[in-house]
C-alpha cells in the first residue's frame, strides 16, 4: 500500500439522528474524513445477498478500504476436534463474505491455550491454519488482549513465518492491556515494529493492519475499551512510532467514539 489509512471497527455511531447500515456509512466516513471501515462478523457474516452489490458499490465510488473482524467463536486449539473443523468453517465462511465486497484483511483471534502450554498450542493451531485455502484475502492473526488467549507478538510472528497466507493485524491497545500497560513510550512501540521488521522482512511495514483505542486493564489484560482521550494509552508516542518507521497500511480505531476518535488518530498523524 502506499499510505497509511485511518477507519473504524464496526458501523459509525450515528450522527444527528441518522444511523447507518453498511453501504450508507461508507459515503458517510469518506465525507468525515476517513478511509476504511471493518466489517464485524463477530456473530454472523452480514454481508448477504441483499447487501453486498451495494456495499460494493459505495466502496468502489468511495475508495474505501474494507476489512472484516472475524468470529469471536473461533479456537483453533479447541480439545474436540470438530469445534477445530467448525472454527475453520467460520473463518472461510467470512473470508468469502469479505472477498464478495473486495475487502482484504479478515481478522481473528486464533485461539485459547485452555489447558496446553504454548508450544503445544501453537503447534494446533499452526496445523490447522495450513489448511485455509489460499485466497485473494489476507488472514490477519490478531494479538490478543487477555492471558488466557493465545496471541503475543512473538506467538503469531511465528505463525506468519510458517504459514505464507497469514498476516499480522498488531491491536496496540491488546498489547498494552495483555502487558497490564506495558506500553508506555515510543521505544515501546518502536521495538515492536523492530521485532516485526527483522522476523517478517521490512516488507511487511508496508502492509500492515494495527487496532488501537483507549482500553481497560488489570492483571488478566482486557476489560473494555475506552475513549481514546480517557485512557492511559499513548497514541502520540504510537503514531510517531508508525511514521518514524514509514508504516503504510490501515489503523482500526476501537472503542465508544469510533468516527471522533479515528480522526483525532488521523489529524493527530497527519499533524507529525
Ligand atoms: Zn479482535
Given at each position: 500500500m502506499?499510505?497509511?489509512?485511518?477507519?473504524?471497527?464496526?458501523?459509525?455511531?450515528?450522527?444527528?439522528?441518522?444511523?447507518?447500515?453498511?453501504?450508507?456509512?461508507?459515503?458517510?466516513?469518506k465525507s468525515f474524513g476517513l478511509d476504511a471501515m471493518e466489517l464485524l462478523f463477530v456473530r454472523t457474516v452480514n454481508v448477504t445477498e441483499q447487501n453486498k452489490n451495494l456495499i460494493l458499490k459505495a466502496k468502489l465510488e468511495n475508495k474505501i478500504y474494507l476489512s472484516a473482524h472475524g468470529s469471536?467463536?473461533?479456537?483453533?486449539?479447541?480439545?474436540?476436534?470438530?469445534?477445530q473443523d467448525e472454527s475453520l468453517?467460520?473463518?472461510?465462511k467470512a473470508?468469502?463474505?469479505?472477498?464478495?465486497?473486495?475487502g482484504k484483511s479478515l481478522i481473528f483471534h486464533p485461539g485459547y491455550y485452555l489447558s496446553d502450554s504454548p508450544a503445544d498450542t501453537l503447534e494446533?493451531?499452526?496445523?490447522?491454519?495450513?489448511?485455509?485455502?489460499?485466497?485473494?484475502?489476507?488472514?490477519?492473526?490478531?494479538?490478543?488482549?487477555?492471558r488466557s488467549q493465545f496471541g503475543t507478538v512473538p506467538e503469531l510472528v511465528a505463525l506468519c513465518q510458517a504459514i505464507p497466507?497469514?498476516?499480522?493485524?498488531?491491536?496496540?491497545?491488546?498489547?498494552?492491556?495483555?502487558?497490564n500497560g506495558s506500553l508506555r513510550n515510543y521505544a515501546d512501540f518502536g521495538d515492536i515494529l523492530q521485532y516485526v521488521a527483522d522476523k517478517l522482512g521490512k516488507a511487511?511495514?508496508?502492509?500492515?493492519?494495527?487496532?488501537?483505542?483507549?482500553i481497560c486493564y488489570n492483571q488478566s489484560g482486557e476489560r473494555h475499551h475506552l475513549p481514546l482521550r480517557e485512557s492511559d494509552f499513548n497514541y502520540m508516542a504510537c503514531l510517531k512510532a508508525l511514521k518514524d518507521f514509514g508504516i503504510k497500511g490501515c489503523v482500526i480505531a476501537e472503542g465508544?467514539?469510533?468516527?471522533?476518535?479515528?480522526?483525532?488518530?488521523?489529524?493527530?498523524?497527519?499533524?507529525?
Open positions: 502506499d499510505q497509511l489509512l485511518f477507519g473504524i471497527s464496526g458501523l459509525p455511531i450515528p450522527d444527528g439522528g441518522r444511523r447507518f447500515n453498511y453501504a450508507s456509512a461508507i459515503g458517510y466516513l469471536h467463536y473461533i479456537n483453533l486449539n479447541a480439545d474436540e476436534p470438530i469445534k468453517a467460520r473463518i472461510i473470508a468469502e463474505g469479505l472477498a464478495q465486497v473486495e494446533t493451531i499452526k496445523k490447522n491454519l495450513a489448511r485455509l485455502p489460499a485466497r485473494e484475502i489476507d488472514y490477519r492473526l490478531e494479538t490478543t488482549g487477555k497466507s497469514c498476516k499480522l493485524c498488531i491491536d496496540f491497545a491488546h498489547i498494552h492491556a495483555r502487558g511487511v511495514l508496508n502492509d500492515l493492519h494495527i487496532h488501537m483505542g483507549g465508544p467514539r469510533l468516527q471522533y476518535d479515528a480522526l483525532i488518530l488521523k489529524n493527530t498523524y497527519l499533524g507529525l
